[in-house]
Structure formats: structure tokens, C-alpha cells
């Protein structure tokens, strides 16, 4: 009796002990399946936090045009006789461009100058008298006074003849042309445009606070979509001297040599000027801040102790900003130089979270933001 009791007994108690080792066991299991259900390894993409000379810059738009450049065409009306220049010419100050039927105008001018010369005849030769007291005073002043008076009529239409004719009045390029042999044209009508490429200028309107940064001689950079990548220099030519009752924006004006006459009037231009001095900020991609009402921060990867080789983890850091620029900001305080910042994926990271990091889509940062022109 006492025998089988034993033997229950140690039955009983193996059947409790395999029991109780079976659920430390399944604890055991359920405990590492959840840590590491709980917080996997993130994958994220991540930059080098780098110091970086940073400029303070003004950045506005405007539109290029020419410091010499006009619409050209003539103050009289009349038919056209003649067009001695092609669409899109380069021509020479003073060349003839476009000339008006002036027939009647050239007839009356002959008429008018050998008028002019016959009064011219007469008083030489009533001087030559006069010598000798065959004329009078009287006479020569009265032949002085005709040779003036017809000198002058041949004058006036010789003006009248030059304004039937159209030349250019500086050197430059000519655009397309708006008329044709055989046209009647009106006082005022747009022949054709002429723009002095050589040098070209930009209007840009700051705000009112800005001046005291800007004077004159101050250089500005230009890009423009036509060349994508390329920069045009110039300077500050000119500061409007009153500031717009309306806007509270002042006009600034700046000039560029154009030698290469890649720049063309009426074009859409971003303008860049640099101010202050230069400094050195570490800067980041602002893809990089995570934004709250109780501080910015960033996730900087670390390797933990502990942790599998190989293995990172991210820290939260508190990091104050400065000014951006594109795409990228200016961290003052937070971070140290050569810092490895997390860029993507930071909505699903805290602190201690392990990652894996991946660069082969990193987000691109543009120093500069891109106005489009509408």
C-alpha cells in the first residue's frame, strides 16, 4: 500500500513538474517572440551631418531686359518702298533699315535747293556790285535774307525726307520684322524691335527692411530656365530713391554683360544676392528635423552596446535651427560634425529603436528653391 502510494505520489509530482517547466518554457518563447515582434529593426535613410560655408542670401525674381532696346518705328505715314534688312540681323548704328515711297518729297527738295541756289548767285553777284555802287545796301540784305530763308526751306524738307526713312539708332540685334513692301503704314506702327544684347539689366522689388543690406556695385548671381545649371553675374546698378506707398517694396536694379548674347530681353530670371559675411553651419536635409511644438529634433544612429555586431540604434536629439536655404537648414545646436542623421523614415523610429540603414533612395536636397515662372 505504502508502495503504490509512492508511486503516485512521484507520478503526480513529475506530471506537475513537466507542467510547470512547460509554461516557463512557453513564457520563455512568447517573451522573445514579442521582443521581437515589438521593436524590429527599421529601415532607414540617413546622411552625414557635414559643416558647410553658408552665405545669407536675398532671393527674388524678376525679368531681363535691355539696357538699350526699343520698339522701333517712324512719325510719319506712308507706303513702304523699300526693307534693306532680314529677320534677326545684327546691324551697326546708323544703317538704313526701311525706306517710304518720298518721290514728291525728293522733287520738292530739288525744287526748294535750286531756289536756294540761284539766291545764292545773286547775292554774290549783287555783292560784286555793291563793290562799285551799282547796288545798294538795301539789295544785298534783302539777297542775304532770301538766301537764308530758302536754306532753311531746303532744311525743313530735308527733315521731312529723312523721317521717311528708318535707321537704326544704335548698334544691336533686330527682331522679326511686322511689315512688308507695298504696306501703308501709319504715324507710330511698330516695324520691327532692336535690342542692344551687350548688356542687359534685371528689376527686382525688395521689401522696405532690406535696404539697409543692398547698395550699390553689390554683385548678384542670375539663373535663368533657358540654361539650366548656368549662372550669369552681375551688380547692383541702381536703388530706386522712394520705396512704393503700396507695396512697401523698393525697386532694385541690377546689370550684366551678356558677351555670349545667350540672354534675351523679356526672359524670367531668379536673382541671388549675398549678404553679410560667410559662415560655418553644419547643415541638414529638412527632410531631416522631425517639427514639434516642444522642440525639433533628429534621430542620430549610434552603435549600442549590447546590441547584435553590426547592429545600430537610433537617439533622439533636441537640435535648435537656423535659417534654410532650399531644401537644406542651418543647425545651430544638437548635433557635432560627422554625425550619421537619419533623412528618411523617422515616423515609425524612438529611441532605442534598432535600423537598418538604406542610402539607394536618400531624398534629394536642393540648395535653392525653384520659382516657376507662371
Given at each position: 500500500m505504502i508502495k503504490r502510494m509512492i508511486i503516485m505520489l512521484l507520478a503526480t509530482g513529475a506530471v506537475l513538474g513537466g507542467l510547470f517547466w512547460f509554461q516557463n518554457f512557453k513564457a520563455g518563447i512568447i517573451q522573445k517572440v514579442m521582443a521581437s515582434m515589438s521593436n524590429p529593426p527599421q529601415t532607414v535613410s540617413t546622411t552625414v551631418a557635414n559643416v558647410t560655408n553658408?552665405?545669407?542670401?536675398?532671393?527674388?525674381?524678376?525679368?531681363?531686359?535691355?539696357?538699350?532696346?526699343?520698339?522701333?518705328?517712324?512719325?510719319?505715314?506712308?507706303?513702304?518702298?523699300?526693307?534693306?534688312?532680314?529677320?534677326?540681323?545684327?546691324?551697326?548704328?546708323?544703317?538704313?533699315?526701311?525706306?517710304?515711297?518720298?518721290?514728291?518729297?525728293?522733287?520738292?527738295?530739288?525744287?526748294?535747293?535750286?531756289?536756294?541756289?540761284?539766291?545764292?548767285?545773286?547775292?554774290?553777284?549783287d555783292q560784286e556790285q555793291f563793290k562799285y555802287n551799282g547796288v545798294s545796301q538795301a539789295t544785298v540784305d534783302t539777297d542775304k535774307a532770301n538766301l537764308k530763308n530758302a536754306t532753311a526751306l531746303v532744311d525743313q524738307q530735308a527733315a521731312v525726307l529723312s523721317?521717311?526713312?528708318?535707321?537704326?539708332?544704335?548698334?544691336?540685334?533686330?527682331?522679326?520684322?511686322?511689315?512688308d513692301v507695298g504696306e501703308y503704314l501709319t504715324a507710330g506702327t511698330t516695324i520691327v524691335t532692336l535690342q542692344a544684347l551687350d548688356l542687359l539689366h534685371v528689376d527686382i522689388y525688395l521689401p522696405?527692411?532690406?535696404?539697409?543690406?543692398?547698395?550699390?556695385?553689390?554683385?548678384?548671381?542670375?539663373?535663368?530656365?533657358?540654361?539650366?545649371?548656368?549662372?550669369?553675374?552681375?551688380?547692383?546698378?541702381?536703388?530706386?530713391?522712394?520705396?512704393?506707398?503700396?507695396?512697401?517694396?523698393?525697386?532694385?536694379?541690377?546689370?550684366?554683360?551678356?558677351?555670349?548674347?545667350?540672354?534675351?530681353?523679356?526672359?524670367?530670371?531668379?536673382?541671388?544676392?549675398?549678404?553679410?559675411?560667410?559662415?560655418?553651419?553644419?547643415?541638414?536635409?529638412?527632410?531631416?528635423i522631425v517639427y514639434n511644438p516642444y522642440g525639433d529634433s533628429v534621430f542620430?544612429?549610434?552603435?549600442?552596446?549590447?546590441?547584435?555586431?553590426?547592429?545600430?540604434?537610433?537617439?533622439?536629439?533636441?537640435?535648435?535651427?537656423?535659417?534654410?536655404?532650399?531644401?537644406?537648414?542651418?543647425?545651430?545646436?544638437?548635433?557635432?560634425?560627422?554625425?550619421?542623421?537619419?533623412?528618411?523614415?523617422q515616423l515609425k523610429l524612438r529611441n532605442g529603436t534598432p535600423v537598418m540603414i538604406d542610402n539607394s533612395h536618400v531624398p534629394t536636397a536642393e540648395n535653392a528653391p525653384q520659382i516657376v515662372d507662371q
Open positions: 553658408w552665405q545669407d542670401q536675398i532671393q527674388a525674381v524678376g525679368t531681363l531686359g535691355a539696357e538699350r532696346g526699343a520698339d522701333l518705328a517712324l512719325q510719319v505715314s506712308g507706303i513702304v518702298q523699300n526693307i534693306s534688312f532680314k529677320n534677326g540681323d545684327d546691324v551697326k548704328e546708323g544703317q538704313t533699315l526701311l525706306q517710304l515711297y518720298a518721290d514728291d518729297d525728293i522733287a520738292k527738295l530739288q525744287s526748294l535747293q535750286a531756289t536756294a541756289d540761284n539766291y545764292a548767285i545773286t547775292l554774290k553777284r523721317e521717311k526713312t528708318l535707321k537704326a539708332p544704335y548698334s544691336g540685334r533686330l527682331g522679326i520684322r511686322a511689315v522696405q527692411q532690406r535696404i539697409s543690406e543692398l547698395k550699390v556695385g553689390q554683385p548678384v548671381k542670375l539663373t535663368v530656365d533657358a540654361f539650366p545649371g548656368k549662372t550669369f553675374d552681375g551688380e547692383i546698378s541702381a536703388i530706386n530713391s522712394k520705396v512704393d506707398s503700396t507695396s512697401r517694396n523698393v525697386q532694385v536694379r541690377a546689370v550684366l554683360k551678356n558677351p555670349e548674347k545667350l540672354l534675351l530681353p523679356g526672359m524670367f530670371a531668379r536673382v541671388t544676392i549675398s549678404i553679410g559675411n560667410e559662415k560655418q553651419f553644419i547643415t541638414l536635409p529638412q527632410t531631416a542620430v544612429v549610434e552603435n549600442t552596446s549590447g546590441t547584435e555586431k553590426g547592429q545600430k540604434t537610433v537617439k533622439q536629439v533636441f537640435v535648435k535651427t537656423g535659417d534654410t536655404r532650399g531644401d537644406n537648414v542651418a543647425i545651430t545646436s544638437g548635433i557635432n560634425k560627422g554625425d550619421t542623421v537619419v533623412v528618411a523614415g
